[in-house]
């Protein structure tokens, strides 16, 4: 059976790929995953969204953070998602549509935002910041539309800490390091406590955990990157089937294991 390719690196510029709705596709698979759910509770826990309050989803995707955020605000309260694809915006304003809820979407660019400062109570971003070139200008950006006191939470991945079971083990960090190289921050996840810093927030708390991977998902979110890491010649065409045959291999016996290591980090502005 064909197997599912995606290429996460390309989220950045979801517009202008042959095949935009493959990302909103892999968003939905993506949002369903356990470890998507973990992250969702612990920024939930983080932000503490109270009935009234004003925030701002930045990388809002598909939209399903930003509809849950704004049933905690009530209808008092405000979300405002923002995101570069208009693609993903259009699936967000259908999902959206009839729902009578305080939600409003915005095509923007997360480094520069349309928006006075101090507008907001408080933000999330959730596995954006690896996508961009630019993270610390993202986050100045978000701290400076947030007002005093506001709680800022960005949760992301680290690809270098992924634990996979293979009997080679030479070649699974040979791949792992390869695919991790790939992304435009791949290192993002363990970067993020010093960037909140670095952007003037304090009270900063970070929680880690190793994420689960089920063989099927980890093909959709790994195949693509894995391709590119051989034509790009940090892997032979030898080595990454072998890769696959392993894996497909621990399926097959039941053992196949896989984390991720991911991390949410919250920060507050100073009053």
């Known amino acids: ?150 709680r800022v939470v960005a949760a992301d991945g680290d690809m270098d800490l992924i634990a996979i079971d293979i009997p080679e083990r030479a070649l699974a960090r040979k791949v792992i390091h390869a695919a991790c190289d790939q992304l435009t921050q791949g290192w993002i996840g363990r970067q993020m406590p010093r960037l909140f810093q670095q952007a003037g927030l304090h009270n900063i708390r970070v929680e880690g955990h190793l994420m689960p991977l089920d063989y099927t998902f980890f093909q959709t979110a790994f195949r693509g990157i894995l391709q590119r890491t051989q034509i790009n010649g940090a892997i032979s065409e030898e080595e990454l089937a072998a890769f696959w045959v392993a894996l497909e291999k621990a399926e097959e016996g039941g053992y196949f294991f896989a984390r991720v290591g991911g991390f949410v980090v919250r920060g507050q502005k100073p009053a």
């Open 1 to 150: 059976m064909e197997q599912v390719t995606h290429d996460l690196t390309k989220f950045h510029s979801v517009d202008l790929s042959t095949n935009p709705s493959s990302f909103t596709q892999f968003m939905d698979t993506a949002h369903a995953q356990q470890t998507a759910q973990s992250y969702k509770q612990i920024i939930m826990e983080y932000l503490a969204p109270s009935p009234g309050a004003a925030i701002l989803d930045a990388g809002c995707g598909t939209g399903q953070d930003t509809l849950d955020l704004a049933r905690s605000v009530g209808p008092s309260g405000s979300v405002v998602g923002i995101d570069n694809s208009e693609t993903m915006l259009g699936v967000a304003r259908t999902r959206a549509a009839g729902l009578q809820l305080p939600v409003e979407y915005v095509q923007a660019d997360i480094t520069n935002l349309p928006f006075a400062e101090a507008s907001f109570d408080g933000c999330q971003v959730s596995r954006v910041l690896g996508h961009l070139r630019e993270p610390a200008l993202a986050l100045a950006e978000i701290v400076r539309v947030v007002r005093p006191g506001a």
